[in-house]
């Protein structure tokens, strides 16, 4: 069956802020859906969206797909639920840097812990938006909320650490306004088995406009950013000059023709790499030392728990001699009474 | 010594001894072995919350009470006519539990000056400082038979001296008559990878055996004639087994595979773990990162289609209060096990309580009435957790089940049913809707339960949430369309009240007293009133299974006695739930929160002080 994205638009009136980034990442989402669809042979109604509470987590209600909007960062867990009890669907969790990391950190480490297949898209936008302007996990040291009057005096999380940390394997990272990368990315996350986790950097109009600012502008945006593709070299910039060496045990971005740099000395990204180290450099990198790294960072092979779950039940099953309920009642220790 | 054999009707044993000395298995082995035999049983594990507390101390101490009769047994019994005590912080914490015509055997390679101080003694003679002279003592050298017993065996030392239990309940054996044969098959089976193991343990067991016969200080054996029960297959449960085979059996009845988030939790893990075991009967077990997750996944899974579930206790439960919410008003089947013990916050982990009712009840933000059903006795709770399922799905909304550590660790023998005996589930799973787009909060006209849409079935896309909504399922705060969503949500609940079966009434119909009790506290009110009848007394016993809603005729049931007693383990949360339910009556209360059950006496004084 063929798809437009319009067959992924319920008839909700979608009720965002105007000027969101959360319409942007509306938007290249329910692109996605027709070439997902055809990619890997799904249908309309195996789709499930899930999300906790947020902005963010209003996603499902304006999708034309099965929708769970749950309670606040518990989304990973009911995804999970979906999941196990029925893996032939396809399983999106919606949620944000508050929900996912604050709230709702715990449920989030153990999902991407288990590898369950599902697919993630974490909306960062660095600030408590729907409760109106407190500080979130990802908002910068120093920041100044409305809970933090005087600057923050915490460190934030990097959520693709975090990633790292608890085994991840497969993160992505997407600026709201890279509409097609982030429809890209979609695809991608699709089609990993396991869980996959894409941070998208989005803008909050009302209460943090232009965190992202640094970045997303479009007169340095090449400059500041680099899209890493898997087997290709880890070249960026507007005139596709500057790329990224090994310096010792750190990453250096260099000028390609500048001191007898050639592209051929540039590292070529290789996301299925299992060793997490480079990886982990690249989620890192910040500006203005470095780019910021977007795209499919790690996309690694890995069992995954509703898989592991279906093999062993399969399994027990099929070595099993009780097969129903009476069986079940009758087995062990029993006695007669005549 | 003349040596007799009494043949009794019932006994009362009580094996107690470090959290460490085993004898939570030595109950289990001596009450299965007497269930085989044929006797009724009903046992009552009693132990700390530490794994290992420090050795000797009366903190440390573990029981295990069994009541083996050839009559009717309801309860573990209040008194004990034999303890066993392993060590002297044993007897110094079960003494109390002992008839004055008791047997007490004791290891007296413990009973050293060490031992005695350990275990807070003030005097060197436990016995007179505890003023227990006329029991029939028996001082035998445990630990010393052991190690010469198992001198030979080639275990290292440390297995040798855990070996002891074994032969305490040799000597159990042969005070009453046991055939050891169940024993040695049970050994046989657990240590057959070991054949040393199965050696030593079936030798030291024989030699406690011959040991108590070959002593003189043993004066009498029992013997307890087979119970007379009805014909058929019996085997022995304990109420946290029932409660996750009745689930299982649900799930086969509705065709709706098992799916158990949870969160491992004092005294209803053993539900999860007996779960996690039966994945040829297509259960699901996912043991979560928290008790949040545990009904979450759980609530998910529910969503796509499974018969959902969570066990639990209840500091659990107060951690699953918010999406017990999100279950309620997302109208989806879901069954919440709360093993009740000791609260409030960890409270006392392992001993029982009644405390969760009003949690059960009223414990959620909003207006967020859940039906609540509970078990009455270890067996009984196969059925509650049937009948839990069966109402959750067939009436699209989460069922609180609560049992209590007393039901969930007590075990019982159970008269095996057929499955055919039960009714079939039909949850109301639509693959097509008359209307279109799908109106995922339109209700049938009788139980007001929506339909299950499952996620994966062709135009039927919609979305739930915790929003309010109407019933297309569009979000909405429009106040009328709340309130009334609100009196739906209500009135579904209530009316499961059309569903259940009328209370009953052991004993007369009218009289001077009745008897009121609900949950676990079944066996000692139905003893104690049995009792009361037999001396002549007009006191009839109504014990509720369905807690929320109550039985149709339950104000016909109270109205025809003079006075109501409500008997429970907690400071009178059900008597108060009577007083806003049912206000014409007045309510007498009879009320006991020490972490272990009634006894049969605190009852019947209870009832004697009334009448």
């Given amino acids: 069956m063929k798809y437009t994205p319009q067959d992924f638009k319920s008839n909700q009136e979608v009720k965002w802020c105007p000027g969101c980034g959360d319409h942007a990442i509306l938007a290249s989402v329910q692109r996605s859906m027709p070439e997902i669809c055809e990619a890997l042979n799904y249908t309309k109604e195996r789709f499930v969206f899930v999300s906790g509470i947020g902005c963010s987590s209003r996603f499902p209600y304006y999708m034309e797909t099965y929708g769970f909007h749950g309670i606040h960062g518990r989304a990973s867990a009911i995804a999970t639920g979906v999941k196990v009890a029925n893996p032939t669907l396809t399983v999106w969790q919606v949620t944000g840097d508050g929900d996912a990391l604050a709230i709702g950190g715990n449920h989030f480490i153990h999902a991407v812990r288990r590898n369950i297949d599902i697919n993630i898209i974490l909306f960062n936008n660095q600030i408590y938006g729907l409760t109106k302007g407190q500080y979130s996990p990802t908002s910068k040291l120093g920041m100044v909320t409305k809970t933090s009057p005087y600057g923050t005096v915490e460190h934030p999380f990097n959520p693709g650490a975090l990633v790292l940390g608890s085994r991840g394997t497969f993160f992505a990272r997407s600026l709201d306004v890279e509409l097609k990368l982030t429809q890209d990315i979609m695809v991608e996350s699709a089609k990993h088995d396991g869980t996959a986790v894409t941070e998208v950097l989005v803008n909050c109009v009302i209460f943090n406009d232009k965190t992202h600012f640094n970045l997303v502008d479009r007169e340095f945006r090449a400059d500041r950013t680099i899209v890493l593709k898997h087997g290709e070299p880890m070249i960026f910039g507007k005139e596709r000059d500057k790329g990224l060496v090994l310096d010792g045990i750190k990453l250096k971005v260099v000028k390609i023709g500048e001191n007898g740099i050639t592209e051929k000395d540039i590292l070529v990204h290789d996301a299925k790499e299992e060793n997490p180290g480079l990886h982990s450099m690249l989620i890192d990198m910040k500006f203005p030392e470095y780019p910021v790294a977007l795209g499919v960072i790690r996309a690694v092979k890995d069992s995954t728990y509703d898989d592991n779950v279906r093999d062993q039940l399969t399994e027990v099953r099929s070595k099993s001699t009780i097969k129903t309920m009476d069986d079940l009642l009758k087995s062990g220790a029993t006695w007669e009474v005549k | 010594m003349q040596h007799k054999v009494i043949d009794t009707k019932e006994v009362v044993v009580r094996f107690t001894g470090d959290s460490g000395d085993g004898m939570q298995l030595t109950g289990t082995l001596f009450a299965d072995a007497s269930a085989l035999f044929g006797n009724d049983i009903s046992t009552f594990p009693d132990f700390p919350a530490e ?68 275990a807070g003694f003030k005097t060197s003679d436990p016995i007179t400082e505890l003023k227990i002279e006329d029991r029939n003592i028996i001082f035998a050298a445990i630990t010393s038979l052991t190690k010469e017993s198992l001198k030979d065996s080639g275990l290292d030392p440390k297995m040798i001296v855990r070996s002891k239990n074994m032969f305490t309940l040799g000597m159990c054996y042969y005070m009453f008559n046991r055939p050891m044969n169940f024993t040695f098959e049970y050994i046989e089976k657990k240590f057959k990878k070991n054949p040393a193991l199965v050696d030593a343990n079936k030798k030291v067991l024989q030699d406690g055996y011959n040991y108590a016969g070959n002593i003189h200080a043993i004066p009498n054996t029992y013997t307890i004639q087979p119970a007379k029960y009805e014909k058929g297959l019996y085997r022995n449960i304990n109420g946290n087994q029932a409660t996750a085979w009745g689930l299982l059996a649900a799930s086969e009845k509705s065709g709706r595979p098992l799916f158990c988030g949870s969160y491992p939790i004092t005294p209803a893990t053993s539900i999860l773990e007996e779960l996690a075991k039966h994945k040829e009967l297509n259960a699901k077990t996912l043991q979560c990162e928290d008790e949040i997750a545990g009904i979450c996944t759980s609530i998910g899974a529910a969503y796509a289609g499974s018969f959902a579930v969570t066990t639990t206790s209840g500091p659990g439960l107060s951690l699953k209060s918010e999406a017990l919410g999100l279950a309620m008003i997302t109208e989806l089947p879901l069954v919440i096990v709360d093993v009740q013990r000791g609260g409030p916050s960890t409270g006392i982990p392992t001993k029982t309580e009644q405390t969760d009712l009003n949690q059960a009840l009223y414990g959620r933000n909003g207006e967020c009435p859940i039906a609540v059903i509970a078990a009455h006795s270890p067996s009984h709770c196969f059925d509650a957790a049937f009948y839990s399922g069966k109402f959750a799905m067939e009436h699209m909304m989460p069922v609180m089940l609560l049992t209590e550590g007393f039901l969930g660790n007590g075990s019982e023998p159970w008269k095996i049913p057929s499955m055919s005996d039960y009714p079939e589930i039909n949850p109301p799973v639509i693959e097509k809707a008359e209307e279109t787009p799908y109106w995922p909060f339109k209700r049938d006209e009788e139980r007001l339960a929506r339909r299950w849409a499952l996620p994966g079935t062709v135009g039927l896309e919609h979305r739930v949430g915790g929003l309010e909504k109407n019933n297309d399922g569009t979000v909405s705060s429009d106040p009328i369309v709340h309130e009334r969503m609100v009196a739906e949500r209500a009135e579904k609940v209530a009316r499961l009240a059309n569903y259940i079966p009328d209370q009953t009434i052991m004993g007369e119909e009218s009289g001077d007293v009745l008897v009121v009790g609900w949950g676990g506290t079944y066996g000692h009110l139905y003893t104690a009133v049995k009792e009361l009848q037999a001396e002549g007394k007009k006191v009839s016993l109504t014990h509720f299974d369905y807690i929320f809603p109550l039985p149709k005729n339950t104000a016909d049931v109270f109205s025809n006695f003079k006075k109501i007693l409500v008997c429970e383990l907690n400071s009178g949360q059900f008597a108060n739930y009577l007083r806003t339910q049912h206000q014409q009556f007045q309510y007498h209360q009879c009320n006991k929160v020490q972490g272990q059950p009634f006894i049969v006496k605190e009852i019947v004084d209870a009832v004697n002080a009334i009448l």
Avoid: H
């Fill in chain 2, 51 to 118: 794994i290992r507390a420090p050795q000797g101390t009366v903190s440390g101490v573990s029981g295990f009470q069994v009541n083996i009769g050839s009559g009717e047994i309801k309860t573990p019994g209040d008194y004990c006519d034999v303890l066993v005590a392993m060590n002297p912080a044993a007897l110094r914490s079960n003494a109390k539990w002992t008839k004055s015509s008791s047997t007490i055997i004791l290891d007296s390679d413990t009973f050293d000056e060490k031992g005695i101080t350990k």
